[in-house]
């Protein structure tokens, strides 16, 4: 007999999400994933200066708003027809970079290390390593005081690294990276200012002019960052990746095969030539890339709070029209479908895509490309999330030495009285595209599809699974009181659901055709 | 030995942060130190549940160097509920909450990032879970979604204090742009319609500085009341004084020079913002003076204009962010016109940040406590 249980909140990711499982022989049969708030960011845009789109987009989240105040700045600069200056490009490319890996640092220790990690066995340690000694003192202090909150309660389960020199090391980490997410945000400040919401891009280019010392200042700390992530990031996952109680969830948590990107980091001023690279993957068929086909995006609200008559659109012509009485819905999320297919986005997608020798190495070594069809779970996810990331803090070593410190940083361009723009870049959590129209010199409609409402989306017309939903089928719930394991499959895919859910009401949203460029 | 494993050098260490932080001398160290013992000795639990937010004050928060995050969530605070950090999910989460409204009423103090939507039956914002169960796809039943509006009511009455931390709690900020669909209500109204005597503290700006919000809490745990605040309930220790009246750039605004073309931005210049649409001159900040990120930068100071995010009218009432402000006078900003009116009411020149904590202080000492 089917059991249903409900997880909600879904904690250590961003915004409100609602799980629903069913269980049925101590493994989930079925799933449904709900995001349960709602502002309507886009719908303010419209009437507004264009210039003020940056400064409120990168607003719909605050963990990742370098991604959406890029894309808005390349949606403009298309828009406006400008000839970005290289130092732009590269000073944008430093920024993101230097919060993607803000972002995967705390992704992996401070939202989901506590998945694995057991914080008590720390109380158990017994080494002279003084600073191993100090972090026993103060978990002993707060479990002694009855008083270990935020570590304590948790989900148990009887799989959580419990060595104690390797649990206390893993904890010393988690506090080691608070440091170095709070530097790599004070890397990016040297140019934008300050975080979260930065002010260093505008349309046509930035603000700060690269200079000996800014660049300076920037190397110095990202020298520190990439030594932290060699040594400690890339080894931490390697060692939870090499737990055998985990070896399960190589596989487990697969999403189905379907991946998308669409390419980030341009490495020229045309945006050509992208550092990650775009392209789809679908049933598994890894070696085989397919060329990324915008038109192909449509979003299905069938089980969405939305009204039916808003089915099936590309979201260059999106309509939003909010039913929170919908009989079958169950989610402010809408489905976007890839050619009618669920498609997860993310690290993982990307580096399924781009395939660099490192991640192609571990894969080979874990023995996930055997025998196809290739399955990729949970601790993929996680593994190439730290691979991109050491993948980008390199890059931005050679990033900072093209810089020309006499070179221009904008391209000053007077507002069209009619025009269209979009920006497709890549962040954090996956592929992310930004679409404005400019209509008498003020923003006539804005769209934004996000990369957790790819993931997190929920079934559409056909019936056919979200991401997420798919990749929860199977997972083993031995414990109904402790879905563990079922907390541990979402969060591999840092959902960000402040961003997800981002839509425009109907009665502001009346411009309906976008160019197709 | 404090309690808890903390020594008594660690906890002069905290107050001199502490001191440092809310600009005190540290003359008054020795007395932060032992408000902060005793403190420790019962741990002030912490509720922070987030509504329409972005998490972008949750992620401020961990940017803040004195103290650092992991001496205040576990040495300082009894943080019990913040989404984003804690362990536990689910129901285990919710029970946190509900313990801590049981067993601590009274005690608690409640921070909230985001404001509360209230159409709907509150549908716009839910987290957590009602018994109640409610039909679900093909026959099966689940349990309700809860509102935070749900949330609210029942943490509200047994909060020691509230904390709208960031524009949007405090102000409605951006998600209050489309309150007539979701009806966006700021904090201190919803509080209001449950008990009008309950203070909130509005800490302004999106994000909040972390110091703002760390600052505040302190301020307030130390002296045990609610600090002094402006007619829009922003602590006067951060809000006193405009951007523009401590502008490093200030001389170049009085002489004229202006940057109005970002390829003409030699850093020595130090040009002002003001053409490029600066709102400095209308917002109540201290910004200029404690910067961001570990003191790296700050708005103004990487060519960009101040947008005025800690004010109310953020953002919708200071668009269009990159044209300049309407009428001002140059030479100085005394004369504002009635367009600004809003903000020349706010305008009460408070002392510099931390002068009244230090009075209070005092008067402690002065009243024999010693």
Same mark, same amino acid.
């Given at each position: 007999m089917a059991e249903l249980i409900s997880i909600d909140p879904v904690t250590r990711i961003e915004g409100h999400l609602r799980m629903d499982v069913e269980i049925e022989d101590g493994v989930v049969k079925?799933?449904?994933?709900?995001?349960?708030?709602?502002?309507?960011?886009?719908?303010?845009?419209?009437?507004?200066?264009?210039?003020?789109?940056?400064?409120?987009?990168?607003?719909?989240?605050?963990?990742?708003?370098?991604?959406?105040?890029?894309a808005s700045s390349y949606a403009l600069d298309d828009a406006l027809g400008v000839n970005l200056p290289d130092n732009a490009r590269l000073i944008r490319n430093l920024t993101l970079g230097a919060n993607f890996i803000q972002s995967h640092i705390l992704h992996f220790y401070h939202l989901a290390a506590l998945d694995y990690v057991d914080v008590t066995a720390v109380l158990n340690y017994s080494g002279n390593d003084p600073v191993l000694q100090e972090i026993k003192g103060k978990i002993a202090g707060l479990v002694a005081a009855n008083d270990p909150y935020p570590l304590l309660p948790r989900y148990e389960s009887n799989d959580y690294v419990s060595d104690p020199t390797l649990a206390t090391t893993l904890v010393n980490h988690y506090i080691q990276a608070l440091e170095m997410r709070k530097k790599a945000h004070e890397m990016l400040t040297i140019f934008y200012g300050r975080m979260p919401s930065f002010?260093?891009?505008?349309?046509?280019?930035?603000?700060?002019?690269?200079?000996? @010392?800014?660049?300076?200042?920037?190397? @110095?700390?990202?020298?520190?960052?990439?030594?932290?992530?060699?040594?400690? /990031?890339?080894?931490?996952? !390697?060692?939870?990746?090499?737990?055998?109680?985990?070896?399960?969830?190589?596989?487990?948590?697969?999403?189905?095969?379907?991946?998308?990107?669409?390419?980030?980091?341009?490495?020229? @001023?045309?945006?050509?030539?992208?550092?990650?690279?775009?392209?789809?993957?679908?049933?598994?068929?890894?070696?085989?890339?397919?060329?990324?086909?915008?038109?192909?995006?449509?979003? @299905?609200?069938? /089980?969405?709070?939305?009204?039916?008559?808003?089915?099936?659109?590309?979201?260059?012509?999106?309509?939003?029209?909010?039913?929170?009485?919908?009989?079958?819905?169950?989610?402010?999320?809408?489905?976007?479908?890839?050619?009618?297919?669920?498609?997860?986005?993310?690290?993982?997608?990307?580096? !399924?895509?781009?395939?660099?020798?490192? !991640?192609?190495?571990?894969?080979?070594?874990?023995?996930?490309?055997?025998?196809?069809?290739?399955?990729?779970?949970?601790?993929?996810?996680?593994?190439?999330?730290?691979?991109?990331?050491?993948?980008?803090?390199?890059?931005?070593?050679?990033? !900072?030495?093209?810089?020309?410190?006499?070179?221009?940083?904008?391209?000053?361009?007077?507002?069209?009285?009619?025009?269209?723009?979009?920006?497709?870049?890549?962040?954090?959590?996956?592929?992310?595209?930004?679409?404005?129209?400019?209509?008498?010199?003020?923003?006539?409609?804005?769209?934004?599809?996000?990369?957790?409402?790819?993931?997190?989306?929920?079934?559409?017309?056909?019936?056919?699974?979200?991401?997420?939903?798919?990749?929860?089928?199977?997972?083993?719930?031995?414990?109904?009181?402790?879905?563990?394991?079922?907390?541990?499959?979402?969060?591999?895919?840092?959902?960000?659901?402040?961003?997800?859910?981002?839509?425009?009401?109907?009665?502001?949203?009346?411009?309906?055709?976008?160019?197709?460029? | 030995?404090?309690?808890?494993?903390?020594?008594?050098?660690?906890?002069?260490?905290?107050?001199?942060?502490?001191?440092?932080?809310?600009?005190?001398?540290?003359?008054?160290?020795?007395?932060?130190?032992?408000?902060?013992?005793?403190?420790?000795?019962?741990?002030?639990?912490?509720?922070?549940?987030?509504?329409?937010?972005?998490?972008?004050?949750?992620?401020?928060?961990?940017?803040?160097?004195?103290?650092?995050?992991?001496?205040?969530?576990?040495?300082?605070?009894?943080?019990?509920?913040?989404?984003?950090?804690?362990?536990?999910?689910?129901?285990?989460?919710?029970?946190?909450?509900?313990?801590?409204?049981?067993?601590?009423?009274?005690?608690?103090?409640?921070?909230?990032?985001?404001?509360?939507?209230?159409?709907?039956?509150?549908?716009?914002?839910?987290?957590?879970?009602?018994?109640?169960?409610?039909?679900?796809?093909?026959?099966?039943?689940?349990r309700e979604d809860k509102p935070i509006e749900a949330w609210m009511n029942e943490l509200v009455p047994g909060a020691a204090a509230i904390i709208a931390n960031g524009n949007c709690a405090s102000f409605g900020g951006?998600?209050?742009?489309?309150?007539?669909?979701?009806?966006?209500?700021?904090?201190?109204?919803?509080?209001?319609?449950?008990?009008?005597?309950?203070?909130v503290i509005n800490i302004g700006g999106c994000p909040s500085h972390p110091d703002w919000f760390i600052g505040t809490i302190l301020d307030y745990l130390i002296n045990k009341k609610v600090p002094d605040l402006d007619q829009h309930n922003r602590p006067k220790a951060f809000f006193g004084q405009l951007i523009h009246e401590n502008c490093e750039r200030r001389a170049s605004f009085d002489a004229g020079l202006f940057l109005e073309d970002w390829n003409d931005n030699d850093p020595d210049l130090k040009l002002c913002m003001f053409k490029m649409g600066c709102k400095g001159p209308v917002t109540y900040a201290d910004c200029p003076i404690r910067r961001w990120n570990s003191k790296v930068n700050w708005c103004v100071g990487a060519n960009a204009p101040c947008h005025g995010c800690a004010e109310p009218a953020f953002y919708k009432n200071l668009s269009p962010l990159y044209e300049p402000l309407p009428d001002i006078h140059f030479a100085g900003i005394s004369a504002l016109p009635d367009t600004l009116g809003w903000i020349a009411a706010g305008a009460t020149a408070a002392g510099i940040g931390g002068h009244y904590l230090y009075k209070q202080l005092g008067k402690k000492e002065e009243g024999g406590e010693e």
């Open positions: 079925d799933a449904w994933s709900s995001g349960t708030m709602f502002r309507g960011i886009e719908m303010l845009l419209k009437g507004k200066h264009p210039w003020d789109a940056q400064q409120v987009t990168e607003r719909i989240c605050g963990v990742c708003p370098l991604v959406h105040g890029t002010v260093g891009t505008i349309p046509g280019g930035v603000t700060q002019q690269p200079t000996i @010392s800014n660049v300076a200042a920037f190397r @110095s700390r990202l020298a520190e960052l990439r030594d932290w992530i060699d040594r400690i /990031y890339i080894q931490d996952i !390697l060692t939870v990746a090499g737990v055998s109680a985990y070896a399960p969830f190589l596989t487990a948590g697969d999403s189905g095969g379907n991946y998308l990107a669409y390419g980030g980091f341009d490495q020229d @001023s045309k945006g050509n030539v992208k550092f990650l690279e775009r392209g789809v993957i679908t049933n598994g068929d890894i070696m085989n890339v397919k060329d990324f086909d915008e038109d192909q995006i449509t979003e @299905s609200v069938a /089980y969405s709070w939305y009204e039916d008559s808003t089915e099936g659109l590309n979201p260059r012509n999106g309509k939003t029209e909010p039913e929170v009485d919908k009989t079958n819905g169950y989610t402010f999320l809408k489905a976007p479908r890839y050619n009618g297919q669920p498609m997860e986005v993310g690290p993982l997608a990307r580096m !399924l895509v781009m395939k660099p020798k490192m !991640l192609v190495d571990l894969a080979t070594q874990l023995n996930l490309l055997s025998t196809p069809p290739f399955q990729f779970g949970i601790l993929p996810r996680h593994a190439a999330r730290a691979i991109e990331c050491k993948m980008i803090a390199d890059e931005m070593d050679k990033w !900072l030495d093209q810089l020309d410190i006499n070179g221009n940083i904008w391209d000053k361009k007077d507002l069209p009285g009619d025009s269209y723009g979009r920006g497709l870049v890549e962040g954090p959590r996956g592929a992310l595209g930004h679409w404005i129209h400019i209509v008498d010199k003020k923003i006539g409609n804005y769209q934004a599809v996000v990369p957790t409402t790819w993931n997190a989306s929920p079934r559409d017309k056909d019936g056919t699974r979200g991401p997420i939903e798919t990749s929860l089928i199977g997972i083993p719930v031995p414990d109904v009181n402790n879905p563990i394991n079922v907390v541990r499959t979402i969060r591999s895919f840092d959902p960000c659901l402040a961003c997800a859910i981002h839509v425009i009401h109907p009665e502001h949203n009346g411009v309906k055709k976008f160019r197709v460029v | 030995m404090g309690s808890k494993g903390v020594s008594r050098r660690q906890f002069l260490k905290y107050a001199g942060a502490t001191a440092a932080l809310l600009g005190l001398s540290e003359a008054m160290v020795p007395e932060i130190a032992r408000a902060l013992e005793e403190l420790a000795s019962g741990k002030p639990p912490v509720i922070w549940i987030q509504g329409q937010n972005c998490t972008g004050c949750s992620v401020s928060f961990l940017n803040t160097n004195y103290p650092m995050v992991t001496e205040l969530v576990l040495d300082k605070l009894s943080v019990r509920y913040q989404p984003n950090v804690m362990a536990a999910a689910g129901d285990v989460a919710t029970k946190v909450i509900e313990d801590t409204m049981k067993d601590l009423s009274g005690k608690y103090v409640l921070v909230v990032e985001g404001p509360i939507p209230t159409k709907e039956n509150g549908r716009y914002c839910t987290f957590g879970l009602e018994d109640k169960m409610v039909p679900f796809l093909n026959g099966r039943q689940r951006i998600p209050a742009a489309n309150e007539s669909v979701t009806g966006t209500t700021r904090v201190i109204d919803y509080v209001a319609k449950i008990d009008k005597s309950k203070p």
